[in-house]
């Protein structure tokens, strides 16, 4: 049960790059510039955290001076 919950948790980055509408090349800049939400390593796989990535895209939603590039 545990792994199930782990897993609903965790977005892959298919999962947000689908959820933003943006390609790999983008996501990939933003990653770059450290311009994404906080990106949990497990040697080569990235997983983002739910909740995570909901509080980093509230940060942006509302803020005209924030410029995701």
């Known amino acids: 049960m545990t792994d199930t919950v782990t897993q609903n948790q965790l977005m892959t980055v ?3 790059i689908a959820a ?12 770059a510039q450290k311009q994404t ?3 949990v390593r ?3 796989v990235q997983r983002i955290r ?3 990535f909901e509080a980093w895209l509230g ?5 005209p001076n924030t410029r995701l590039k």
């Open 59 to 63: 940060q942006h939603e509302n803020s």
């Open 42 to 44: 497990i040697g080569a």
């Open 20 to 31: 933003m509408g943006i390609s790999r090349s983008t996501w990939q800049k933003l990653v």
């Open 14 to 16: 298919a999962d947000v």
């Open 37 to 39: 939400p906080p990106i």
């Open 50 to 52: 739910r909740d995570a």
